[in-house]
């Protein structure tokens, strides 16, 4: 299928101190795919309804976002790790998988500022993020069924996969940096580009906790 990426359990772990000093492997990755692509939403209420329905009946988390706010794949796919370490260590601030990977890729503990990256009623440019979370402890979660859930979306929803795959698809510059307040002054004292910022911001959440 054309636009998606995929990872596997055993792409990437990390390693961290507990409160007794031993060490405590974090949980990698889960396994997920992000789709890109486009659609027209009339009514939000039953979009999200739908993605709802269909990651109940797949066991597979469902959150779409604004194409235009996502910096990168790594952008998704650290808020993705994280939220997943935040669960297993019971330190979730949100009880549903999908809100705790938006508030981290949205770098904000308020879910009405996170939910900024979030689709709207209007032509949207959409990155659709499927997570298995039943790889990682602590959700109560069952092994989920990805594809079928990709496949639910594209049938029963206004989502059209787009044929670029990735990174190609662009951001929004201006609105990236409104959303996540990058001023000029900002930009012009760090070492890197508006995506290394954005990436800073999702990391900072997790250690600001």
Do not use: C, W
């Not at 990437?12 to 949980?27: I, M, Q």
């Not at 790594?74 to 790790?81: D, G, N, Q, S």
């Amino acid at each position: 299928m054309t636009g998606d990426r995929s990872e596997t359990a055993g792409d990437r772990t990390a390693s961290a101190r507990d409160d007794g000093g031993t060490t405590a492997v974090d949980p990698p990755v889960p396994p997920h795919r992000i789709r890109y692509g486009s659609a027209r939403i009339d009514d939000l209420d039953a979009f999200l309804g739908e993605l709802d329905a269909i990651s109940t009946e797949t066991g597979t988390v469902v959150q779409a976002f604004d194409a235009d706010l996502v910096v990168s794949e790594a952008h998704l796919r650290e808020a993705t790790r994280l939220a997943a370490r935040a669960i297993a260590r019971g330190e979730a601030v949100a009880r549903d998988p999908g809100v705790e990977i938006l508030l981290y890729a949205a770098g904000r503990r308020q879910i009405d500022r996170a939910l900024r990256l979030g689709v709207a009623e209007r032509e949207n440019r959409v990155a659709l993020l499927f997570v298995d979370f039943g790889a990682v402890s602590g959700t109560d979660r069952p092994a989920a069924d990805v594809d079928v859930a990709v496949t639910a979306v594209e049938e029963r929803t206004p989502f059209a996969p787009a044929d670029d795959r990735g990174p190609a698809h662009g951001f929004d510059e201006d609105r990236v940096r409104e959303a996540f307040d990058i001023g000029d002054r900002e930009l012009d004292a760090v070492d890197g580009d508006i995506a290394d910022i954005v990436r800073e911001r999702v990391a900072l959440l997790d250690v600001g906790k």
